[in-house]
Every structure is written in structure tokens, then in C-alpha cells.
């Protein structure tokens, strides 16, 4: 099979189930991660290592670690909020750790009660990490800017200090960067500006985008990012990961639809649709109040058209 | 008032009802027309032309016309399937006539049972209609072009179809173009190709845009097409409109995200949000059985952001 034109990463196990209240079963979880696999989907953010006492839906972070990395197919991924998180993620064998901080001060205040030049300085410490261990030395540390394109409580947010900490990551020793649209502010301009600068600063690394479908704009938005050269998008089953600041709006981009969406660019995803249809049923039958998205699966695909996946 | 940038147009009460079974009253359509006006909405399509027979939710066209035109501000239009309808259009004095025919020879001969040559050569006598009476000389001439993008019969379409098909529009003597991607296949490259090639050939004279949302992208189409000089797009109120051949999925893009996508872009449309909510008050009291959709009246406006028709 050839490899993915685009890399699309579920993270409805993570972002999708952060504001979840009821505790999904481990298994519960994992069942519905084997059918992303199945689906083909390459890569899965699997859980968030933090403390359980933070997030009581992640107090199975290892278990479901564990239990992803015996899945055939997906690069496996977990976030970690500091160096403690990504120690024990990386503890279980996964080979990717993805590390998030907020470019608006007041958010990553809020969010994780540092200063964003201390959550730099603990993204010195999990880059640390991978000297370690001689099995360390090789994983991906990935750096996530959350906020980067506005925040519900500074408002507008500077792109210059956006490319100015997406400097900083690369120096620091990150991987990978995602620009994250956390609250759904963005519009396509001014996704297609930053990423764009942040594609020439990454000078080849992976560049991600994780973008919210809060007001409407997120496809939109892919569009936009995938002209400014990103080939690596987060989304979740039926959108799951509702935003605590948009009661009923609609939280991460669907990830049905985005494959629909880049299908129908011509860019192989290495999703089957119709087999990522049972990673839906399993999450809403597990989650019967949330709200979930998306269209493609209810109108089906246009007569007669084959997916570049279908056709590579 | 600056004029506005782009032009939105409001095809609730014509697309919207199309579908809808129970007659809305005459007054309710009014009144519900009164608040997009209100709203500052630069057009709207106020009905459809067609023989009650047809269509009965438009057994009333002519008093909706009539009442349409007494009211300030936008630009009234209205859909017409002949000759017959134009005139009778034409005849309650509204400025503006649309007349519509698919790309696709299948999707013609079902929905108004002529081959193209037909309702080509129908198109001419619409356009003879200026000719008529010393009032008609400056009406302005729509031709529409419907599964331009593809079609729930004959799947794809010929893009140099759909380019000979304006060609001959324009050589008829259609003041404007609307290409529509009528069962929403769409995708936002084929959006772009299309419409720059339309943009070039109708030099000058104003192309729009009519999508529907059946497959979640019509926001990244309005993207590429705004990228591609399209200055004209169709919406409805909450995206009413639902698909005959996609139970379920959503209708046209909706008219509430659509204006913030513009208006996030930094172009005017005129359109006041916050005085939109109560034509959608309206539509969703009126048509309690109908889905309506969007997001940006839930979520609300990004914080700190000034719409460009506030700056203007």
C-alpha cells in the first residue's frame, strides 16, 4: 500500500473524551481505537498522561497506552502536560509524546498554571528525556501551540509571538510543531499566512494542524492550511470534544468529513470510510449524550466517485 | 454606508421552502423576509416562478414579489423555470429574474423534463423579454447552472461542459452567472478551477456562487471560490434546504456562517449578525419539523473581533 498522501490523527480518545464526564472502560476505549486502526487511519493520539486527579477520564492513561501499542497499523501518540506525563507515556513504549502550551499567557495560565516561559522550560526537560534511555533516544517529541489563533480570554492573539514560540520549540529540540485553532477563532487567511511561516521555519519537519469546527470554519480551514503545504490533520470520530466556552457548538473538525474532504482533493488518506463507520457506532453507543457531527456518512459519497485511496 | 464587498444573497424563502410541504403563509414569508432585510442581507430571492400545480408551496409568488418589493433594502429576485414565469416575475415589477437549467442532460429532463437545447433556447425567450415593454429594458438576467459540480444521476460532470454552457449563457445575453453545486459533491480545487475559468469568460459581470452543504464542505467551496474573484454567494437562514437524494444532511451553506466567514476574512457583506438572529427566530418557529443548522449564533463572535461591516 502506498503511504499516506496526508496524515490524519484521531483524537477523539484524547481531546474527544477530555470534557467527558463518565468514565469510558478501558476496553470500552480500545475497542473503539482497534476500529480507527481497522479503518486505517495512521495515527492515534491515545490518552493524555496526566495526573488522574486533574482529568479522572485519563486515570487509565498506561493501561490504554499499553493496550494501543498491541494494535497493528497507527504510529500510537499520547500527550503529556510536563515532564512527569511524558516520562510515564513513554514508560508504556510509545514512541511519540505530544507536549501543548498555550501562546496566550492568560490561557496557559489557566490551563496548566505556568507561565508560558516555565512550560518552556518543562519542555526542556521532556526533550531531556530522551537522553535517558537508549530506547528514548529515537522517539518524536512533538510541540503543540494551543490558542495560536486567538483565546477566549486574551482575545486576539500576536501571529508574530506565534512564530516567535514556534522558533523556540525547533530550538529547544521538537520534532514536530502543531498550531493549534483551540477555541475555533481562525479563518482561512490567516491560517494560510501562519502556517505557511511556520512550514518555512520547520524547514521539513512535520507541521500539524488541530483545528475546532466551533463557529463553522474548520474544513474551511484545513483547505486553507493544506494550500500553505500542512499534511498532517487532527480530528475525531463525529467531531466529539465539545468546548467548555461554546455550550452546543461543535468541538474538533470531523473526522469523517476530513477525509471525505481530502479524499476529494485527490490526496490518499489510507481511510476506508465505510470500515471507519464501526469507530462511530462504538462512540456514540458509548457516549449516548454527546452531540456528534459530520454529513458524509449519512449522505454517502458522490455517485460514482473513487477515493485516491481506493485508486493508489 | 460602504457598499458592500461581497454579495450575499438569501435563498431561504425560495431554496429554503422548496422542499417544505406545509404552505408557509404569505405574511410569515414576509415577515421573515423583513428581518433578513432588517439584518442588511444585499439580496434576496424572494419565490419561484413555477405553476402552483408544480410547486405549491408557490402558489403565492406574486403577492410574495409584490410584498417583497415594499420592502427597503435588498436587491429582490426571484427564480423563473420559463418564459411564462419570468413574465409573470417581471410583471409584479421585480428588477432581477434567475432562470435556471443542469449541466447534466439527466438531471434536466427530471427536473423541468427538457433537454439543455431546450431550456437554451427557453433561456432566449426569457431574454427577449427586455424587449417587451419599455420597463423590462434593464432588468437584470441571471442564468443559473446547476450540478455543475456533479449529479446524483449521472455522477460526475464534464468541467468543459459546464464552461461551453456559460459561454452560451453570456452569448444569450445573461447579464450574471451562478454556477450551483446542486447535490453538494463538491471539493474545494475543482471550486477553484471552475469558477477562475467562469471569473475570465463572463468578464466582469458579476458570477455567484450556490452551494449546498449536503457533504459538510460548502464552507472550504466558499474559500476557493472567494480565491477564484467570486464576489456573489448564496446561503439560507440556518442552511434550510434539505436534499431530496440525502435525507438527513443539511441544505444550502448557512447564511449566519457564511457572513462570518466573510466578515473573518475582513470583507463587508453588510450583515448584522446579532439583528439575523430573529429571521431565525422566525424560520425555526415557523418550520418546527425542519432541521436548521450553523454555529456562529451559538458559540457567538470570537472575543475582541470587529466584524469589517461594523469597521466600514
Redesign the interface.
Given at each position: 500500500m502506498a503511504p499516506p498522501d496526508v496524515i490524519v490523527r484521531e483524537v477523539g480518545l484524547r481531546d474527544g473524551l477530555q470534557l467527558v464526564k463518565s468514565f469510558v472502560p478501558t476496553e470500552t476505549k480500545l475497542a473503539w481505537m482497534r476500529a480507527v486502526a481497522a479503518a486505517g487511519v495512521p495515527e492515534i493520539e491515545t490518552t493524555n498522561f496526566v495526573p488522574a486527579k486533574v482529568i479522572a477520564q485519563f486515570a487509565d492513561s498506561a493501561d490504554v497506552a499499553r493496550g494501543a501499542l498491541a494494535i497493528e497499523g497507527p504510529l500510537m501518540c499520547a500527550l503529556a502536560p510536563n515532564r512527569k506525563g511524558a516520562e510515564n507515556g513513554l514508560a508504556t513504549g510509545l514512541k511519540k509524546m505530544n507536549f501543548v502550551l498555550s501562546v496566550s499567557e492568560g490561557h496557559n495560565l489557566a490551563n496548566v498554571r505556568k507561565s508560558t516561559d516555565a512550560s518552556f522550560a518543562e519542555f526542556e526537560n521532556v526533550v531531556a528525556l530522551k537522553k535517558e534511555r537508549p530506547e528514548w533516544k529515537d522517539v518524536v517529541i512533538q510541540g503543540c501551540l494551543a490558542t495560536s489563533f486567538?483565546?477566549?480570554?486574551?482575545?486576539?492573539v500576536d501571529p508574530d509571538r506565534v512564530l516567535r514560540f514556534v522558533d523556540r520549540y525547533l530550538e529547544l529540540g521538537a520534532d514536530e510543531i502543531t498550531l493549534a485553532d483551540t477555541?475555533?477563532?481562525a479563518?482561512?487567511?490567516e491560517i494560510a499566512n501562519l502556517f505557511h511561516h511556520t512550514v518555512q521555519l520547520a524547514a521539513g519537519k512535520p507541521v500539524y494542524a488541530h483545528f475546532h469546527?466551533?463557529?463553522?470554519?474548520g474544513?474551511?480551514n484545513?483547505?486553507?492550511a493544506l494550500e500553505a503545504g500542512v499534511r498532517g490533520f487532527d480530528a475525531s470520530t463525529g467531531g466529539l470534544g465539545g468546548?467548555p466556552f461554546?455550550?452546543?457548538?461543535?468541538g474538533n473538525i470531523?473526522m469523517e468529513?476530513l477525509v471525505?474532504?481530502l479524499e476529494?482533493?485527490?490526496l490518499n488518506t489510507g481511510v476506508d470510510l465505510e470500515k471507519y463507520r464501526l469507530a462511530r457506532e462504538i462512540a456514540e453507543t458509548t457516549l449516548p449524550n454527546e452531540n456528534f457531527y459530520?454529513?458524509?456518512l449519512?449522505?454517502?459519497l458522490?455517485?460514482?466517485?473513487v477515493p485516491a485511496s481506493k485508486a493508489a
Open positions: 486567538g483565546c477566549t480570554i486574551e482575545g486576539r477555541v475555533g477563532y479563518a482561512p487567511s469546527d466551533t463557529r463553522g470554519l474544513l474551511a484545513v483547505y486553507a468546548c461554546a455550550p452546543g457548538a461543535s470531523v468529513d471525505f474532504l476529494k482533493e485527490g459530520g454529513t458524509i449519512r449522505a454517502g458522490p455517485k460514482g466517485f
